[in-house]
């Protein structure tokens, strides 16, 4: 797929088809999150998979649109340093949002549907992935092959973006 294309048709998928993701299509959509740019190469990042369908159904919780958790094959939670944390590079939100989009495209490109959910829980989150505390998850990627298969194909809904003239200045505000 070009990657224009790819970019114009991805879609947010929340229903998921009860059909396990090979390993193989997994460590692909890892590998696009390996291969995102960060600043100073140093890929402040670490990726937490599962697929535990008890684990999955508890994550549902960690946020109040986070239930699509539950229905996925698998989910990735993106744990970064503290953000908020003395000293925090700027740099950690830009660079991990660039390893999800790799992920998001890269499970596009097999057919493979996905959706963000915020972390509102901290605490729940941490208790159920275990990372430490020097640590931090605002985010968590759902995976899984569509429940219904044409979403896949669904063109992009009329009007869903702005007008690229009612974004974009030139030079200054």
Same mark, same amino acid.
């Given at each position: 797929m070009e990657t224009r294309q790819s970019i114009r048709r991805v879609r947010a998928v929340r229903r998921f088809a009860d059909r396990p993701l090979p390993g193989d299509v997994v460590e692909q959509i890892l590998d696009g999150a390996r291969h995102a740019g960060s600043a100073k190469n140093l890929q402040r990042w670490d990726f937490i998979v599962v697929t535990d369908r008890e684990t999955l159904a508890r994550l549902g919780a %960690?946020?109040?649109w986070a239930g699509h958790l539950a229905g996925a094959a698998v989910a990735i939670a993106l744990v970064t340093p503290e953000p908020r944390g003395p000293g925090a590079p700027l740099s950690v939100a830009f660079d991990l949002g660039r390893?999800?989009?790799n992920m998001v495209l890269s499970a596009w490109e097999l057919g493979v549907g996905s959706v963000p959910a915020? %972390?509102?829980d901290q605490g729940l989150a941490r208790g159920i992935l275990g990372y430490p505390a020097d640590r931090h998850c605002e985010y968590i990627l759902s995976f899984g092959y569509p429940a219904d298969p044409a979403d896949l194909a669904r063109p992009p809904r009329a009007g869903g973006r702005k007008p690229?003239?009612?974004?974009?200045?030139?030079?200054?505000w």
């Open positions: %960690v946020g109040p390893a999800a989009q915020t %972390v509102y690229l003239g009612s974004i974009v200045r030139r030079e200054r």
